[in-house]
């Protein structure tokens, strides 16, 4: 499961776990307090209760957080829960220790993992669990640039230990989440995934929050990460996760915070969505490395005014002024025009901003819209293919693209403007004239153009 979690660009076939034998319980004397192997600790909160759950099945990893009668984690199989994993030396998946187990256990009752520590405490926990491996041995996916990974058991000699406390810094509504991850060995590229949530499709609506000044501004569901903290809301804002670390982002970092979108997902249960927290360094020594994410549950207001005032308790700083939704202006407001959409899928439509929400009969994700009017002289005017071949339905800053015949679409708002990022090839005979949520697209230069609100 780790190239959605570690590697946010490449494709999501893993998610698709394959069934396979588990091959663990749990260590001797690990003693679970609830039927079923299960444990649970909980804090009050705006009249229902957080309730954090923890299994037997997943060696401690936390496969389930509800409030107000709502589910908020993912739990279908051994990749996706509230949990922690590493990955290490450039193999992806083929180098990856995870806290809940590994491929194989897929969607079955065991894990690969070994839980060997369980402490309960009132609105706390902490397990320790000597983490399988994600790929077995021998094993690779396309995830795994580098083949299948250098070792023999299915089980890593990684530890992780982690605590987990309700009311962190003071805010009812945030859960501290310490990760300390013990390598057996030193490497000389490491990824600490310390928290990541894989969350139902439902939270389908994506935005970063910036706890100094309390903007909330709205993300594309385009996978990636950015420096900002990121919430996964109900689209009326009525549930919502986030994540927030004082830690990040690291320095010379342009990422730390990701989100990825895979609510396309055929299959019973199959269908999330995530974000995660991330730390990545190197070269590392054997022994412990440790991190700490806060994740916040609530309302959509709930986690962004829990967001500002755990990181007031956490740093001393407040922020500048109350958290507030990042709006366009009001004679903008009503100018909200074409939807545009990038392609999802690799070797058909990936990178490309169309129109058509089935371009090429591939994914798409929405990225935004086209503006109807143009409101200041720094907006771009947009163009779609409006002829059947090769450009049709592609978004692109040049009316005569490919020397077909295109149709206006509306205007970019300009480039550091609220919404997704976009950019238009340069290259002749590659990707000129082509508007895409990617820089590089195909691999030829591109420059920024503007942003789709």
Known sequence: ????????????????????????????????????????????????????GISRRTAGAIDSLTWGGTQF?????????????????????????????????????????????????????????????????????????????????????DVLTKRVTLGAGGVANAIAYRATFTTAQPHAMATFEALTAYMPPDFSKFWSFDPASGALAPLSQVAGEQTRPVILATPDGSRAMGVYSPDLPQKGSDGGYGRFDFSTLAGAGNATVKWNCVFRTGPIPAGDHAYTCYTLVGTLDDVTHGMAALRTALTGQGAQQAPHVVAPAPEAAHAAGTPLYVGMATGCNAGIV???????????????VALSARTSPAEVALYAGAARGPAADIVTTNPHHLGGATRPIGFLAPAGAPGTPLFVGTKPGCNAGVVSTNPAHLGCPGTPVGAAP
């Open 354 to 368: 169309t129109v058509d929400p089935g371009f090429r009969h591939c994914a798409t994700a929405p990225v935004g």
């Open 1 to 52: 499961m780790m190239a959605l979690r570690l590697l946010p660009l490449v494709g999501v076939a893993a998610i698709l776990a394959t069934a396979g034998p588990a091959t663990a319980e749990d260590a001797p004397g690990i003693a679970w307090p609830e039927p079923d192997g299960r444990a649970t600790i909980s804090r009050p909160f705006q009249g229902s209760a957080i309730v954090v």
């Open 73 to 157: 984690i993912n739990a279908h199989d051994h990749g996706r829960e509230l949990q922690s994993a590493a990955s290490f030396d450039g193999y992806g998946e083929c180098l990856n220790p995870t806290e809940a187990g590994g491929n194989a256990d897929a969607a079955g009752p065991r894990s690969t993992t070994l839980l060997t520590g369980l402490t309960l405490g009132p609105g706390s926990l902490e397990t320790r669990a000597q983490m399988a491996y994600w790929m077995r041995p021998g094993e690779k996916a396309g995830s795994c640039p580098k083949g299948a990974g250098p070792y023999a058991s299915s089980r890593s000699d």
